[in-house]
C-alpha cells in the first residue's frame, strides 16, 4: 500500500443513496480469481445506461467519488474497494459508509471521508454544476476542502488508520514493523515447539 497524505482532483457525484456491494460491484465479479481487472466490473449494471454518471466524458479521469447517503452497505466483499480503486478513485466521500465496506477501504489505501449531509448535499449539486471543481482531502489534517464553494469541514478517521494511511502500511506492513521482536522470538523458541512453513 501507497503512502496517502492529500488527495486532489476532481469529483464525480453518484447521487444516489443506499448503494450496497452488489451495486458497486455485482457479484458475477467475485469468481474471479486475479486481484485486477474489477474497475470493469464497476456499477457495470448501471454503467449499461448511456446517460450513467460514470459514462459522462465530463467526469473522465476524476479521482473522488462523492455519493449520496449509506454507501458501502451490504455483503463484505473487498471486491469492491478494489473496483473503485482500479477505476482510479482514491477516495469516496458520503454522509454515512457501511462499516464493514469503511473497514476494507481503509484497509487497501482508499480514503472513506464521511462528511455532513448538508456538505454531501452541496457537493453533489456543486459538481454537477462544474465539473472542474477542485477538491482537496488531507490525511493528515482529517479535512476536505473544496476552496470555490467555500467548504471546508473535517472527517473522521481514528489515529491508528490515520498513521496507516500516512505510513503506507497494510496489515502485513504493520505486523513488519515488529519483525526484529518476531525475528529475536523464533532465534529463542525451543526447537521442539511445532512450526509453520
Do not use: C
Request: no cysteine; charged share 25%; proline share 6%.
Amino acid at each position: 500500500m501507497d503512502p496517502v497524505r492529500t488527495i486532489t482532483g476532481r469529483g464525480v457525484p453518484l447521487d444516489r443513496s443506499d448503494v450496497d456491494t452488489d451495486q458497486i460491484i455485482p457479484s458475477d465479479w467475485l469468481k474471479r480469481v486475479e486481484r485486477t481487472g474489477f474497475e470493469a466490473g464497476l456499477f457495470s449494471e448501471w454503467r449499461d445506461d448511456p446517460t450513467f454518471v460514470l459514462n459522462q466524458d465530463a467526469y473522465r479521469g476524476a479521482n473522488v467519488l462523492v455519493a449520496g447517503e449509506n454507501f458501502g452497505t451490504g455483503s463484505s466483499r473487498e471486491h469492491a474497494v478494489w473496483a473503485i480503486q482500479q477505476y482510479g478513485f482514491d477516495a469516496v466521500v458520503s454522509p454515512r459508509f457501511g462499516d464493514i465496506f469503511r473497514n476494507n477501504a481503509t484497509k487497501n489505501g482508499l480514503v472513506p471521508v464521511q462528511v455532513s449531509p448538508e456538505v454531501g448535499r452541496l457537493l453533489l449539486e456543486a459538481i454537477e454544476a462544474d465539473p472542474g471543481l477542485q477538491i482537496t482531502i488531507s490525511v493528515e489534517d482529517r479535512a476536505i476542502t473544496v476552496p470555490d464553494i467555500g467548504v471546508t469541514e473535517s472527517f473522521p478517521l481514528d489515529d491508528a488508520i490515520r498513521h496507516r494511511f500516512l505510513n503506507g502500511l497494510d496489515d502485513i506492513g504493520l505486523t513488519l514493523q515488529h519483525e526484529a521482536e518476531i525475528t529475536a522470538y523464533e532465534e529463542r523458541r525451543p526447537a521442539w515447539l511445532p512450526t509453520v512453513g
